[in-house]
């Protein structure tokens, strides 16, 4: 498994406020299947901004330590990248990309999409990025019709799903969506969104959940396949998934397919 979200790089935003916490939460993630995690730290100008050569130091020491410890998993740098106008300069200055794709995290206010929320995009897209926006199902426009995740990648945005939300740990309307965005296809990628202030586990718990109710592929493709491609920056499909619903005997059936 690949974990694209994360805040485990101790001493930067709101996640983990010590390295040996980040290392024992690499290790229980490691234990469970992790391969490769992104380190995206908030960057929000003007609240989290920091030098990118403060990040790179945090992440090179925490890499010493988690070797140190016999650990294997590949720590890769990563931002989580507040949209607000301009940023595609900071974007561009700082290398705010996960690891050296081209693809970046982005975030925005969860009580909605603001209205420039594309017009603020659109610069990220001319100059080549693939931006990814993070926990999609957690913005109420998005919960309110969960079909505009579908209309933003028709306008070549991934959607990016925290596994805690497939669990219900932001309530039953946010998982509702998850599970919504998830069924239909329109999420890319199960991630953690890990502050380090729980035991490691929500990521597995997902990804079975996933295989019992759709199929290991599905998990495979959001969890590992899709997540995978990040680092040799090859194209994900924007679609891949038809679903055919039909009606028979007055109750609700659906198939499910997957290509791409």
Not at 84 to 104: A, F
Request: net charge neutral; with cysteine.
């Amino acid at each position: 498994m690949i974990d694209i979200h994360s805040h485990i790089l101790p001493n930067i935003d709101d996640g983990s406020d010590n390295i040996e916490k980040s290392v024992e939460q690499l290790r229980l993630m490691e234990a469970g299947g992790v391969r490769e995690v992104y380190l995206t730290s908030h960057y929000f100008r003007g609240h989290y901004h920091y030098p990118r050569n403060e990040y790179d130091a945090k992440l090179s020491e925490l890499r010493l330590k988690a070797e140190q410890k016999g650990l294997k998993i590949k720590l890769h740098s990563g931002f989580e990248v507040f949209i607000q106008p301009g940023i595609v300069e900071d974007i561009k200055e700082k290398n705010l990309t996960l690891g050296d794709s081209k693809y970046v995290l982005i975030e925005s206010e969860l009580n909605g999409l603001p209205t420039d929320f594309y017009q603020n995009v659109y610069p990220l897209l001319r100059a080549g990025y693939k931006p990814i926006l993070a926990h999609a199902e957690r913005y109420v426009s998005i919960m309110k019709r969960p079909t505009k995740a579908r209309e933003l990648t028709d306008r070549d945005i991934y959607i990016q799903t925290n596994a805690g939300s497939l669990l219900g740990h932001y309530g039953d309307k946010v998982r509702h969506t998850a599970w919504t965005l998830v069924d239909n296809g329109w999420t890319h990628f199960i991630a953690s969104d890990d502050h380090v202030r729980t035991n490691y586990q929500a990521l597995f718990e997902a990804g079975n959940l996933i295989e019992a109710r759709i199929d290991s592929r599905t998990r495979d493709l959001l969890c590992k396949s899709f997540p995978a491609a990040i680092a040799t920056n090859d194209r994900i499909p924007y679609s891949y998934v038809i679903v055919q619903r039909s009606h028979h005997h007055k109750h609700k059936s659906w198939l499910r397919s997957l290509f791409g």
